[in-house]
Structure formats: structure tokens, C-alpha cells
């Protein structure tokens, strides 16, 4: 059995062919990154306007790459949730006319979901069941997975998420888009230590929340202090790398600090980690000692799984087997459901 699975939740046009060993046949992922560059941040009109250009060379690029044809296919399968409205529709409406023409089942992906399930696909039946973490441009949750279909949501992000305050600090900083890899490659030269900033929530073990937005708001008030106007040409190279370094550190001892609070709390063994922030090398080398010293395992997903991609797409093989297919007047859900 092979399905294709279509993934457009926010500004990566992706497509993947999956077999229902979890073999992944081919996976492509059109970025949008050089549209979006110039405003620092996601555009959603651009975003669902470039879908539009590009689904269709994505999934004939995938399907080549596969040495398939259409008619092969058993199932399509598509992130309808959570994401942004207009991204989303582009691959509903794509998946949805490929599986009427096709005369295949319709399988719907939670796109947070997925983002765990890369845990699974790349690390085997292990990983579950977990707590897992998300940290992504557009979400900051954790769940508690207890098996592949099986995700309640723990808590989230009350403002911002991660990936969008490394994305703002770049801003801030004159770093370049994305802001993730761009802080990440400043914080190599400057002092974790050079500044204190926020680390919301970390003393209440109880409260399985983030909130990234006070310590974005530190860096700009430290980077007022250096430069009168926010004007990052006027920081010295060092200033920036001490600000980068100390804003990463500040949010990967959150998210290493609400694991291991969450993992505490329900007595788990296994910790996944998914989304574009998890390709973080402090936050994977923090999340790996961490384990080490509080012997649990620790799945991160490998880089080519974290960022968006179609590959993770692959939990619509579990809900395939399982029989959850859906109709064809199947909708988006913008926003997070539990
Ligand atoms: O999962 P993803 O591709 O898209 C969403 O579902 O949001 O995540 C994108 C986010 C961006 O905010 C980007 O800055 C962040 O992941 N990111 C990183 C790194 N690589 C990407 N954040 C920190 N360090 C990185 N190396
Ligand atoms: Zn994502």
C-alpha cells in the first residue's frame, strides 16, 4: 500500500510518498523561506498564494521520485490542522480532488501529531508511548502521547512560541530569516551567560505552560540599553552574540526544564521531540544530557523531520489501518484543538 501525503500548514509546500511499512518512497518540500525573507516573518497571503504555484509541481516531483504514477496510490493523505487558514485550504482542496479522482480513501493528519509521529517513523515502535514536545514557528505544546493515535494535549504556549521568538529576535537582532539557524550560528561566538533573561514558568512544575513573549521583549529592552533605537548596526558583534547566545540558552532551559517537569508528572520513560526548533543543537545536546542524568530516553526527531515536511505524514498510515478515513466535505481547523 502506498499513500501520498500533502503537507501546506504553513509556508513549506511539501508532498511525500509513505508505504504502509513506513517506508518513505520520496519526500520533497519547496520552501518559501526567500519569499517571506524580506518581512522577517510568514506573510499567510503570500503563503497560501505560493501553495497555490507550487502544490502541484511538488506532488508530480514526488510521484517521479517515487517512479509512480497517480493511479498507483492507495490513499492521500493531508494535514487539515492546526495551521494557517488560507495554507491549509491549498492542500485540502488538492488532496481532496486527488482522492475523488482517484477513487481512494481521504486520510486527515494532525500537523502537531505528525510532528511527533517523525519520532516514530525515524526511531521505530519504542518511542511510545511519551511525552512529547513540539517547538515550532507556530506552536510550543506538549503532549502526552500514548500511542500513535493517541495524543492529549498537556498544555501550549499562552503567547508566543519558540521558533516565533527566535524568529523575532533575529528580527530584532539584524540577524537574517529564519531567525532559528541564524540565531543559532550568532549564539556561537557570544557568552550564554553575558545576559539574565526570563525563564517563565520553570519554578511551577504544575503548570505545563510557556510564555516566550516577556523574554523576547527583555532582549529588545537589553538591546535598547546598547543602542539607543534598536539599531543593531550600533552593537558591537560581540553585544549580538552575547544576546543571541543568552536569549537560545534562556529558551532551551525552558523547554528542557517543562519536560522534565512533564515527564515527572506522568511517571514516562520516553520524551519525543518534533518541529522546526528541535533542530537546535543546544536544545539537542541539553535534552540528551538531561536524559542522561535523569535516565530517561530521549527521541529527537533528525533534521530533515523537524522543519515542516510530508514524511511525518506517515501517521495517516496508522489511521488508515485503523479505518479512520474521512469524507470529502472533510474541513480545515485553523486553530489548536485538543
Ligand atoms: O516546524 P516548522 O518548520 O514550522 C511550523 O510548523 O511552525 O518550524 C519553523 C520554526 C521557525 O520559527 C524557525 O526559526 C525554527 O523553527 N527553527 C529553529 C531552528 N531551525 C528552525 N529554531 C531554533 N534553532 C534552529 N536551528
Ligand atoms: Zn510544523
Redesign the pocket.
Known amino acids: 500500500m502506498k499513500i501520498l501525503a500533502l503537507e501546506t ?4 509546500t511539501a508532498a511525500a510518498v509513505i508505504t504502509d511499512r513506513l517506508e518513505v518512497l520520496a519526500s520533497t518540500v519547496a520552501s518559501q523561506d526567500a519569499l517571506h525573507e524580506r518581512f522577517r516573518g ?1 506573510v499567510p497571503e503570500i503563503a497560501s498564494r505560493a501553495h497555490v504555484e507550487r502544490i502541484l509541481p511538488v506532488i508530480d516531483e514526488t510521484l517521479r521520485q517515487a517512479k509512480l504514477a497517480a493511479a498507483d496510490l492507495d490513499a492521500v493523505a493531508v494535514a487539515n490542522r492546526p ?1 494557517l487558514a488560507g495554507s491549509l485550504l491549498v492542500g485540502l482542496a488538492a488532496a481532496k480532488a486527488l482522492a475523488l479522482a482517484l477513487d481512494v480513501p481521504l486520510v486527515a493528519v494532525h ?2 501529531h505528525a ?1 511527533l509521529y517523525a519520532c516514530r517513523l525515524a526511531y521505530g515502535e519504542a518511542v511510545f508511548p511519551a511525552v512529547g514536545l ?6 510550543t505544546s506538549l503532549f502526552h502521547c500514548l500511542g500513535p493515535l493517541e495524543f492529549a494535549l498537556l498544555g501550549g504556549t499562552i503567547d508566543d ?7 523575532k529576535v ?1 528580527s530584532l537582532l539584524g540577524l537574517g ?8 550560528r550568532a549564539a556561537r561566538g557570544g557568552d550564554r551567560r553575558a545576559y539574565r533573561f526570563p525563564r517563565s514558568f520553570t519554578d511551577d512544575a504544575s503548570r505545563l505552560e510557556f510564555s516566550f513573549s516577556g523574554l523576547k521583549t527583555a532582549v529588545r529592552h537589553q538591546l535598547a540599553a546598547a543602542s539607543p533605537g534598536f539599531d543593531p548596526a550600533k552593537v558591537s558583534r560581540q553585544q549580538v552574540a552575547d544576546l543571541a547566545a543568552s536569549f ?1 540558552q534562556a ?1 532551551v532551559d525552558v523547554l528542557v526544564t517543562k519536560c522534565t517537569q512533564a515527564l515527572e508528572q506522568f511517571g514516562g520513560h520516553n520524551l519525543c521531540v ?10 539537542r545536546s541539553e535534552l540528551e544530557a538531561a536524559a542522561r542524568q535523569t535516565g530517561f530516553r530521549v527521541f529527537i526527531a533528525p533534521h530533515e523531520l ?4 510530508a514524511a511525518m505524514g506517515a501517521i495517516a498510515i496508522e489511521r488508515l489501518k485503523a479505518g479512520l478515513v474521512e469524507e470529502l466535505d472533510l474541513d480545515i481547523q485553523p486553530g489548536l484543538m485538543r
Open positions: 500548514t504553513c509556508d513549506e510568514v495551521g500537523h502537531l510532528h513540539v517547538a515550532s514557528g507556530g506552536h512560541a519558540a521558533g516565533e521568538a527566535f524568529d533575529a530569516y529564519p531567525g532559528g539557524p541564524a540565531v543559532e537560545q529558551v518534533g518541529g522546526g526548533v528541535a533542530a537546535n543543537a543546544l536544545l523537524c522543519t515542516d515536511n
